[in-house]
């Protein structure tokens, strides 16, 4: 395998650097500012301008839809030359969206370009890519332990030419923002079918249908992530088209495994990103900062921490490249082992980085804004998309298979 970068990668990893110097860092106060101010005017779920510019900008500098690989749609990478773009955008938290590029849009529009029909996809997929519009993904509930997605009760029940739908659902991101108009919903259409992972429909549901209901924002470490963040959503006699189904009833798992794979490629290539910027700034403070007679990176415990740090960014950096060179050329299902292994990798990572970076700056580390929201996001991303015991138990199991065969010698 090789996993050096083809020109047209490197080409695309200088563009981005650039606009990210040019357009994302300079603007990250002005960000903030904006939601602060919209906060302060009793409504934080305001786009702010700020992030609509900088969308205007991404898109005429042909750094849009990076992600889609595959596809007419977007730039036809494949998850390998993607991933240290999406690396790039993970610098900083809020930056993916300006290159249409962050979840759960990607995940979102990846499942309506696979499995939509074209009448989803004029819907709903155009406008996803032309970043007029935001969706939602609504899978979590918070009445049963839904690491275990066969636990899920929502129901989906076919009435002549349409859907009920019926279910209470939470950390659906997206679900706040007045741009989301589109539900991805999850939930049981065969609550009797003997295979369990044969129960799961997946259906589209417009924002605007009656009986949808936002009942709160949950936020995360004190922070609500406006103006995207996560909501708890009440879907109460919900009726759709019976056209809305997404690939046909009992296909629900089918069509996560689909969506979730290349998610984690990317939620892990982000917070390797983000470990990047709080390492450098973990250089950068305790090479300018003195204690005791000598400057703060000389103190044996920190020099280790610098040395850990690069050593834990780099082997995730090595898996995460791994996995995707893997689910370009053999699959997701065959690569299910190592899409595992990083998403218990990377979050672990960041957070023992991100934790680092904050040590060494002291009291102004838990200050630091870019910290804070940093580690908010990496230790949020050890129970999305599957907690670490999910994994863990997955590659275990993966693991003991080789040794229950007979030996042959």
Not at 149 to 173: H, L, P, Q
Not at 250 to 261: D, M, P
Not at 313 to 341: C, F, H, P, W
Not at 361 to 383: C, E, H, V
Request: aromatic share 8%.
């Amino acid at each position: 395998m090789d996993f050096a970068y083809s020109p047209k990668v490197q080409q695309l990893q200088a563009r981005l650097i650039a606009f990210m110097e040019q357009h994302v860092y300079p603007n990250e106060e002005r960000f903030h500012a904006e939601i602060e101010a919209n906060r302060a005017a009793g409504n934080a779920w305001i786009p702010t301008k700020v992030m609509e510019e900088l969308k205007e900008l991404a898109r005429a500098a042909g750094l849009w839809n990076l992600f889609l690989p595959e596809s007419a749609h977007g730039a036809g990478l494949t998850n390998l030359e993607y991933a240290p773009l999406c690396e790039i955008m993970g610098r900083a938290v809020w930056a993916p969206e300006i290159f249409n590029c962050s979840a759960p849009d990607t995940g979102n529009m990846e499942v309506l370009a696979r499995y939509g029909t074209p009448e989803h996809q004029e819907r709903w997929l155009k406008p996803l890519l032309a970043g007029k519009i935001r969706s939602c993904f609504a899978m979590t509930e918070p009445a049963v332990a839904s690491s275990d997605a066969t636990n899920i009760e929502s129901s989906i029940v076919r009435d002549g030419d349409e859907y009920v739908i019926n279910g209470r659902k939470w950390w659906s991101s997206g679900g706040n923002d007045p741009r989301c108009q589109v539900f991805i919903f999850m939930g049981k259409t065969a609550p009797q079918e003997a295979n369990r992972h044969l129960q799961q429909s997946m259906i589209i549901v417009p924002r605007d249908t009656p009986g949808v209901k936002i009942l709160r924002h949950l936020p995360v470490f004190g922070f609500d992530d406006a103006p995207h963040g996560h909501a708890e959503i009440l879907f109460e006699n919900v009726r759709v088209p019976a056209s809305n189904i997404l690939l046909g009833e009992g296909r629900g798992f089918e069509i996560a495994q689909g969506r979730l794979g290349p998610g984690r490629i990317h939620h892990c290539m982000r917070l390797i990103g983000l470990a990047e910027r709080a390492l450098e700034q973990m250089c950068r403070r305790s090479l300018a900062r003195v204690a005791f007679g000598k400057p703060v990176a000389e103190q044996g415990v920190t020099l280790e921490r610098i040395a850990q740090s690069r050593i834990l960014i780099d082997q995730s950096r090595l898996l995460v490249l791994n996995a995707a060179y893997m689910m370009d050329t053999v699959g997701n299902k065959v690569a299910a082992k190592e899409i595992a292994m990083i998403k218990v990798a990377a979050p672990n990572m960041a957070c023992q980085v991100i934790d680092w970076a904050i040590q060494a700056q002291g009291g102004g580390g838990m200050a630091d804004p870019f910290l804070a929201s940093a580690y908010a996001g990496a230790r949020s991303l050890r129970l999305a998309d599957g907690p670490d015991e999910v994994h863990r138990n997955q590659i275990g199991k993966m693991e003991l298979s080789k040794y229950k065969a007979p030996r042959s010698h």
